[in-house]
């Protein structure tokens, strides 16, 4: 199975001519077709998790500050009122994003019918949320990402092996929140846009399998270099050889960011991917 395009059926073509609108203007839209909604749980990760997470309380008055969640890195670290913010490592993960990593599972398992999550993606998402699968440590984790960093592949290739490494990755925020509804925003600097890419796609759906990144790795020289723990994960996986997108989940609407590189005035401008769980 190869990684998926832009142009792929899951990310239509005609849906990435869309305009984008500023974010606070797509989460009114969102606030009004899910006003039955009982309970808002709001998490941001990466590195505009704060101007993001802010717009967005905004938009949802009423949220208690702890269904309010922010990952960011030290550097674009700052307070956010009613609402919690963590600062973790970029781009080599640390404890500190392990730990924010957990509370964030935690609070998507705490999800149940009559919740809607408005997930907030930018880029460094994926370093600041470590959440190694069951068998690996952080050691592994950091092992594997700084081989990633410094080896030849494109990011969509990076961010393909940090998913089959991760609970988050890849449609964990979906997976994890269950039977929630969950709207996901994403904003992203790079020239290429996926909104799978971005963070690596917590709360959207993965780039391919893990069979997909074991056949990577080895076409690429890298399989051998892994840790041992990661290469027996990968040669033991149980996890099916093809992933959907996530369970019960089906993908709503898209529109990407403009390009070339936003500017700061048009920095809430994002992209917006609403999955619908059912």
């Not at 730990?99 to 997930?119: E, F, H, P, Y």
Request: some cysteine.
């Amino acid at each position: 199975m190869p990684l998926k395009k832009l142009s792929s059926p899951l990310y239509p073509a005609e849906s990435v001519n869309q305009v984008p609108l500023p974010l606070a203007d797509q989460l009114k839209q969102r606030k009004s077709e899910s006003s039955a909604a009982q309970r808002t749980i709001v998490i941001a990760a990466g590195h505009d998790a704060c101007v993001m997470i802010e717009t967005a309380l905004s938009v949802f008055e009423g949220v208690f500050a702890e269904d309010a969640i922010a990952v960011t890195s030290h550097r674009h670290f700052r307070e956010v009122d009613g609402c919690q913010v963590f600062a973790a490592s970029h781009p080599i993960p640390n404890t500190e994003g392990l730990n924010a990593a957990k509370r964030v599972s935690n609070k998507l398992v705490d999800c149940g019918i009559g919740t809607r999550v408005i997930a907030l993606v930018s880029d460094g998402a994926s370093a600041l949320l470590p959440s190694p699968v069951a068998g690996l440590t952080l050691g592994d984790k950091i092992e594997v990402n700084d081989l990633l960093l410094n080896s030849k592949l494109e990011i969509h290739e990076i961010n393909l092996v940090r998913q089959s490494l991760s609970t988050l990755k890849g449609g964990g925020f979906l997976r994890l929140a269950y039977p929630a509804v969950v709207h996901s925003f994403s904003i992203t600097r790079q020239r290429i846009y996926d909104p799978a890419v971005i963070g690596s796609g917590p709360s959207v759906g993965t780039l391919g399998t893990v069979a997909c990144a074991r056949r990577l790795l080895i076409e690429k020289g890298l399989f051998i270099r892994l840790p041992r723990a990661v290469r027996e994960y990968f040669e033991n996986s149980s996890v099916p050889l093809e992933l959907p997108l996530a369970p019960r989940a089906r993908l709503v609407s898209l529109a990407p960011p403009t390009w070339p590189r936003p500017t700061k005035k048009e920095q809430r401008t994002v992209a917006e991917l609403t999955v619908v769980q059912f």
